[in-house]
């Protein structure tokens, strides 16, 4: 029977993961977990476990206790927290990582599911249409921890033929949660301004253009990830995944076409660094021809459906 385990379910990602992961395979099947004890009132009537992703032993406790199959590790410190923290960074995302590796090889689990970033990118990248095989010099504690990730997802995959897939995530946007450390983090916190109806002060430039993806393409894209068939996923580093590109003023326009006096400014900070050396837009076309990726929203869509979610919350 599969039985998942989620680390980090509190997080953006996850309480939105976590919950498609219920309605297809059970409240039983499910065991969602977060260092936050506060996150278990997120998932009523699911499993809940506090857990420490850098706390092996306990780890492999509750793989144990729960007969785990398949893990999404989730857990990890964003790009702008990392800079801030950057051993801390890399403690959290790799250990816990290669950790989950190492169980997954030694406990034969199904599947683990790991997320990767545009950060693995740098300034030395091709800007535009960023291709998936093509120099990668981070210079970000957060970039350098997904990037060395993905090499260590190859290595178990090559060397020990664990099934770990992932995906290169862009920018993610969602209602659900609030914006949790990251430089892309902006184009979450403009929807909420615009909805309480006070002025935004965005921390980027208005022309600083980024890949971005609406939460519920960025939940199916990993559900058909992992749903693929194991001969259909040929890049086991990570896959470059692509939907929207934009900048501040581009989603500050398709907020104005619903609320006309919203207001902004810009007030560059050191995150703007952080978005000068990542992709602009990004070439998904392996993750196209592979399992047939395909996005469904665009920016007015999604600034449609975020206000008109953010208003009933
Ligand atoms: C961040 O901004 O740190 C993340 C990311 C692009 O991985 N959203």
Not at 23 to 46: H, T, W
Not at 228 to 241: F, G
């Amino acid at each position: 029977m599969t039985k998942i385990l989620i680390t980090g379910a509190g997080g953006q990602l996850g309480s939105e993961l976590t919950d498609a992961l219920v309605s297809k395979y059970g409240s039983d099947a499910v065991i969602a977990s977060d260092i936050n004890e506060q996150a278990r009132s997120l998932f009523p009537g699911a499993i809940f476990e506090t857990l420490d992703v850098t706390d092996h032993l306990a780890m492999k406790a509750l793989l144990e206790k729960h007969q785990i199959s398949q893990i999404y590790h989730l857990a990890a410190i964003l790009s702008a927290t990392a800079e801030k923290k950057p051993l801390l960074a890399w403690q959290i995302n790799m250990d816990s990582l290669l950790s989950i590796l190492e169980l997954a090889r030694e406990k034969k689990l199904e599947k683990v599911y790991w997320p990767s970033s545009i950060a693995v990118f740098g300034p030395n990248s091709p800007r535009t249409h960023t291709p998936q095989n093509c120099i990668q010099e981070p210079q970000t504690a957060y970039g350098i921890s997904k990037q060395a990730g993905e090499r260590w997802c190859n290595y178990y995959f090559q060397k020990y033929g664990v099934d770990v897939r992932s995906l290169r995530y862009p920018g993610l946007i969602g209602y659900k949660s609030l914006p949790g450390g990251g430089t892309t983090d902006y184009a979450v916190d403009i929807y909420h301004h615009a909805v309480r109806k006070t002025p935004f002060t965005c921390f980027l430039k208005e022309d600083t253009a980024l890949p971005m993806m609406y939460m519920p393409d960025a939940i199916r894209a990993t559900m058909e990830l992992m749903d693929a068939p194991k001969e259909r996923i040929k890049i086991r580093s990570s896959y470059n995944i692509s939907s929207l590109s934009f900048t501040p003023k581009e989603i500050f326009r398709s907020i104005l076409m619903h609320n006309p006096k919203f207001e902004i400014t810009y007030c560059p900070d050191f995150r703007q660094e952080i978005a000068d050396g990542w992709p602009q837009s990004i070439d998904d076309s392996d993750a196209v021809a592979d399992w047939g990726w395909k996005p469904a929203y665009d920016l007015p869509r999604m600034t449609q459906d975020m206000l008109a979610n953010l208003t009933l919350k």
